[in-house]
């Protein structure tokens, strides 16, 4: 029976933490340490829980402000023309 060259010693809770070991394990990839990465890597990466977190608001932000920015100009241009006398 074949048998994985993967050992799994953290649970895997999540896709991301198997694709982050079995990097670690085959290839040999590791993940730079945190005061490593400068500039905006250093804010949004995914290798720290800030640097995910951080792309996840940044992600959510954009979405939110797209949509609204969408209705308030769909609300301007469904206004009817005020009469002129």
Request: aromatic share 12%.
């Amino acid at each position: 029976m074949p048998t994985s060259p993967v050992k799994t010693r953290i649970p895997l809770t999540s896709f991301g933490h198997l694709i982050t070991e079995v990097k670690r394990q085959l290839f040999g990839i590791e993940a730079p340490a945190a005061v490593d990465l400068i500039g905006w890597k250093k804010y949004f990466n995914s290798y720290t829980l800030q640097g995910r977190r951080n792309c996840v608001l940044a992600t959510y932000g954009v979405l939110f402000c797209s949509v609204s920015a969408y209705w308030m100009y769909r609300q301007r241009k469904q206004e009817p023309p005020t009469p002129t006398v």
